[in-house]
């Protein structure tokens, strides 16, 4: 036993203090090691390998980089951050026009709020697996609703059969997903159009300033943390798409909606290729690391303390 | 306190460990288990023959492993279980393009060494359950496709290719047939076999027979022209069918909406039923026919049985395969079930027509035609490099001559990757 002479009363309680801490987060952070970090470092160490199931005879090789080179070499790599790219753009402009819309008209209601927000909220209480499977029902070809409708309303004589052209496959694929997802958008809107102060409003009022004016002078400025947080939240979720496209098109026709991590899913779950698939997973989570940590910059610095102070 | 956590996570630990060997440890050597689809009729079929078994061989006791019914699903369950050297279960039912996986990575056994007797099984059926020269499973029940036709629309089934796209077009006009040909078009496996059969039909081949890649042959490049045609330029095919699968095709044709269908067996005995079908009583089925250059071809599917290589019990798993594989026994499934049994002598007796009605000749003529997809363990990775090509081509997303051209420089970088560009067959 060493006694531990005491430099002075309060640097050794601060220390002791700071054990304590530290020991009292050790379950949480040992729990964190292993179901995050632990798969993650082993993720990228599975990575270096040639690492295949089904060629068991191959063994277990270390090839370094060679599987990012794979990837990187790979047109159908390139082609689905190329789609990811399209499909998060789209879906998360799309959303945030409409929910805003949805979250000032809901704000300007003066009865019945309570209920409608509820309502609202509701398609994105349904799985999307079951939202991805109703929409490709109501796009099938022939006999779906929306080409029943499109050739009956004299439209179009020959309505598209969605699912096999490479551009209007997109149409029901991102149609789903804001309808899912909008209603969230419009509810974190709706929050933050309540902290505005109606005082502001009455003044500009008074001011003469048109509601075109109010909108954009008002609204818009003292939405924006509000905003910036629906749109970090979508665009990191848009990255990882993977469940409506699965389930609408497969990543079809051919390739050309195939998103990223659904290329993952096809080399490692179908195909079983651990070491390539883990390197396409690493880079997955490398972007949307990136993508969180300048969201939590932002927002942390500017975005949410700016408006309020 | 924190000592008394401690032992209560000991205890924790030791039950967990108690049990997990509790699971793990076989008590009964004897007891044999046989997975494969256990819903529906096939579990009725598979359980009641399992029983039967199991009385004669009193000293061993069958259980059924369920899997799921979907093949991507089961492929993904067996390879968990065989990866990780389990021992069960005992006999397997393999579709019959992984044969080649599971032998080449060692996880089914040589069936060599039983001596099986192999004189009455259609060729093609063994063919791809051979590896390096070794079977590894045996046949079980056989797919194959064919051309169904409607025999109230036209008068005879097409001689070739350029007549079934004129009696399509025929049909269509005189009476009033919405759609001229439908096949399984979206991208997935069935779209490979259908190709496959417009490939054999044009004489062409996805691997030649030393494993060589040559699915972009100019007789493969004029199949898959042919087929884009079809729908854009003949207007026999309608596009839709590039989203459809077996189920949707079917459902076409049985609402008498085509002139011809392309599907496999299981059809038949569901276009006869009335109640739901309108072309009940009016339709045949016919070889898919040929061009010029090729020969009728029909792609084969079917389930094969293969051991585990890691079973306890290996003479008793093989005692269980043969039993299933008895004439008798492939007979009651095809009654219960609606298989086809791999065995072309027993396409000669009347009962196996009653089972399946359908005329036995004419079923086996249609076999006979079938082979096998490209026999290689990299099969489901191939597949899905030319179903992205087939799909692309056909969507017009790429010519058929570029699409085929970087699938097979796709297909033999995979083969080299694998070591497998080398090996003999």
New interface residues.
């Given amino acids: 036993m060493r006694r531990v002479t005491p430099v002075s009363g309060g640097r050794q309680l601060q220390r002791n203090e700071a054990r304590l801490g530290w020991a009292l987060a050790l379950p949480a952070l040992s729990v964190i090691a292993l179901v995050a970090i632990g798969p993650i470092l082993w993720a990228i160490w599975e990575s270096l390998h040639l690492h295949d199931l089904r060629m068991p005879w191959l063994g277990r090789r270390f090839i370094g980089a060679q599987n990012y080179i794979e990837a990187f070499s790979d047109s159908r790599f390139w082609d689905a951050i190329g789609h990811t790219v399209i499909f998060a753009v789209a879906s998360v402009t799309i959303e945030l026009v409409v929910g805003l819309a949805l979250a000032i008209a809901v704000d300007s209601m003066t009865r019945g709020r309570g209920v409608v927000r509820t309502a609202m909220l509701l398609p994105w209480a349904v799985p999307t697996v079951v939202v991805g499977l109703v929409w490709r029902f109501i796009f099938e070809t022939p006999g779906g609703l929306v080409n029943t409708i499109l050739f009956r309303a004299g439209v179009m004589a020959q309505p598209p059969i969605w699912f096999a052209d490479p551009v209007a496959a997109w149409v029901p694929v991102i149609l789903a997903d804001v309808w899912k997802t909008a209603p969230f958008v419009a509810i974190l809107l709706l929050a933050g159009l309540q902290v505005i102060d109606t005082s502001l409003y009455e003044a500009a009022q008074i001011d003469g300033a048109s509601s075109w004016q109010q909108f954009t002078r008002i609204t818009l400025p003292l939405l924006r943390p509000a905003l910036l947080v629906a749109l970090i939240f979508r665009t990191v979720d848009a990255f990882r798409v993977f469940d409506v496209i699965y389930v609408m098109t497969g990543g079809g026709p051919g390739t050309a909606t195939e998103p990223i991590a659904l290329y993952t899913f096809s080399a490692l779950l179908e195909n079983l290729r651990f070491g390539f698939g883990s390197a396409l997973s690493v880079i997955i989570f490398t972007v949307t690391f990136v993508l969180a940590l300048l969201a939590i910059r932002l927002m942390g610095r500017r975005a949410l303390l700016e408006p309020v102070s | 306190m924190l000592r008394k956590l401690c032992r209560a996570c000991a205890y924790a630990l030791t039950a967990i460990a108690f049990v997990v060997t509790l699971g793990c440890s076989r008590t009964d050597p004897h007891v044999l288990t046989f997975a494969g689809s256990a819903v529906g009729k096939e579990g009725e079929a598979i359980r009641l023959q399992l029983d039967r078994f199991g009385k004669m061989h009193p000293d061993i006791r069958v259980e059924v492993q369920p899997t799921p019914d979907a093949a ?1 699903h089961r492929h ?1 369950l067996y ?1 968990q279980w065989l ?1 990780a050297r389990a021992a069960d279960p005992d006999v397997l039912q393999l579709d019959v393009v992984w044969t080649p ?1 599971f032998a ?3 996880w089914v056994l040589n069936l060599d060494r039983f001596h099986p007797q192999v004189e009455d099984f259609f060729p093609a059926t063994l063919t791809a359950n051979r590896w390096n020269g070794a079977l590894y499973a045996l046949p079980w029940f056989v797919d194959a496709g064919m051309l169904y036709w409607r025999t109230d629309v036209i008068a005879r089934p097409p001689a070739d290719l350029d007549d079934l796209r004129r009696l399509a077009a025929d049909g269509m006009r005189e009476h009033a047939v919405p759609f001229g040909f439908v096949w399984q078009g ?3 496996e069935g779209l490979v076999t259908v190709f496959l059969e417009q490939l054999g039909a044009f004489g062409g081949e996805i691997l030649d027979d030393r494993g060589r890649v040559v699915v972009d042959s100019d007789r493969a490049v004029d199949a898959l022209t042919q087929m884009r045609d079809w729908i854009y330029t003949d207007g026999i095919v ?3 069918v ?2 459809w699968q077996e189920e949707q095709v079917r459902l076409a044709f049985q609402n008498g909406q085509a002139v011809f269908m392309r599907n496999w067996p299981y059809a038949y005995s569901l276009l006869q039923d009335p109640a739901q079908s309108r072309v009940a009583g009016r339709f045949g089925v016919a070889p898919i026919p040929a061009a010029n250059s090729g020969s009728p071809t029909a792609a084969l599917g079917g389930s094969a049985l293969a051991i585990n290589a890691n079973s306890g019990d290996p003479g008793a798993a093989y005692a269980l395969i043969e039993y299933l594989l008895e004439p008798a026994q492939l007979l009651e499934r095809a009654q219960l079930v609606g298989e086809y049994p791999p065995r072309p002598t027993m396409y000669a007796t009347g009962k196996l027509g009653d089972a399946l009605q359908i005329n036995p000749s004419e079923a086996r003529r249609i076999i006979e035609d079938a082979v096998p997809r490209p026999v290689t ?2 099969y ?2 191939l597949s ?1 490099i030319l179903q ?2 087939l ?2 081509a ?2 017009r ?2 010519e058929p001559r570029v699409a085929l051209r970087d699938a097979a420089a796709a297909m033999r970088k995979l083969l080299e990757r ?2 497998l560009d080398a090996t003999p067959r």
Avoid: D
Wanted: glycine residues 4%; charged residues 20%.
């Fill in positions: 991507n993904q390879l990866n996986e080449a990575a060692g979206a991208r997935y309608p596009a839709a590039l989203t363990p990299v489901s990775e899905e992205i090509a799909h692309r056909l969507t997303q790429q694998f070591e």
